[in-house]
T-cell receptor, first 117, second 114 residues
Framework: DAGVIQSPRHEVTEMGQEVTLRCKPI?????LFWYRQTMMRGLELLIYFNNNVPIDDSGMPEDRFSAKMPNASFSTLKIQPSEPRDSAVYFC???????????????FGPGTRLTVL | DAKTTQPPSMDCAEGRAANLPCNHSTISGNEYVYWYRQIHSQGPQYIIHGLKNNETNEMASLIITEDRKSSTLILPHATLRDTAVYYC???????????????FGSGTRLQVQP
């Protein structure tokens, strides 16, 4: 298995532009997570999906951020309009749905490093 | 989820055991201890987890005290590739809550020295 795939790996854009980050979870995983990592705030959850349905979006910073999961193999995180404070590394992770009572492993992608000028 | 406390940084000589402590004095009976690590510029990676008993896998061992208020992750023979930030996360199991996300603290930055 190729693991969680994210694209692009690096994105540089100017303030006000729309940014779309993409994620392909591991095949067969029912859960998909979007995290953001900055020096100031560390790793924090933005949103997660179960079977393509958003379950918890309380971490989405504001209306400029939106996430979709149109099918089990693809998700997007969109920022419109982007601002310099959105600069961070964005990670996507997936997790199997059928779990043992004691297992809850998440598999992370390599991340997208976003720089908003 | 219970709060964890970890030292901000540690050093370890290559080939020696690295012992990373984690304090979770407010842990509840149904909460597990998970360890993840993040090597520079990569996504976090699962290492091991446990509830009450000590656990061992191909990557590490997890020692949980009898009162479960603290634990230690042991990398038996640290290599330079083990240099990373190690996160101790305490949370209920997936069957006890609908919430599946992980809450990451600051972690311990382990530097393995040659």
């Amino acid at each position: 298995d190729a693991g969680v795939i994210q694209s692009p790996r690096h994105e540089v854009t100017e303030m006000g532009q729309e940014v779309t980050l993409r994620c392909k979870p591991i095949s067969g995983h029912d859960y998909l997570f979007w995290y953001r990592q900055t020096m100031m705030r560390g790793l924090e959850l933005l949103i997660y999906f179960n079977n393509n349905v958003p379950i918890d979006d309380s971490g989405m910073p504001e209306d400029r951020f939106s996430a979709k999961m149109p099918n089990a193999s693809f998700s997007t995180l969109k920022i419109q309009p982007s601002e310099p404070r959105d600069s961070a590394v964005y990670f996507c992770a997936s997790s199997p749905g059928i779990v043992l009572a004691s297992t809850d492993t998440q598999y992370f992608g390599p991340g997208t490093r976003l720089t908003v000028l | 989820d219970a709060k964890t406390t970890q030292p901000p940084s540690m050093d370890c000589a290559e080939g020696r055991a690295a012992n990373l402590p984690c304090n979770h004095s407010t842990i509840s009976g149904n909460e597990y201890v998970y360890w993840y690590r993040q090597i520079h510029s990569q996504g976090p990676q699962y290492i091991i987890h446990g509830l009450k008993n000590n656990e061992t896998n191909e990557m590490a061992s997890l020692i949980i005290t009898e009162d479960r208020k603290s634990s230690t992750l042991i990398l038996p023979h640290a290599t330079l590739r083990d240099t990373a930030v190690y996160y101790c996360i305490v949370r209920v199991g997936p069957m006890d809550t609908g919430r599946r996300a992980l809450t990451f603290g600051s972690g311990t930055r382990l530097q393995v020295q040659p």
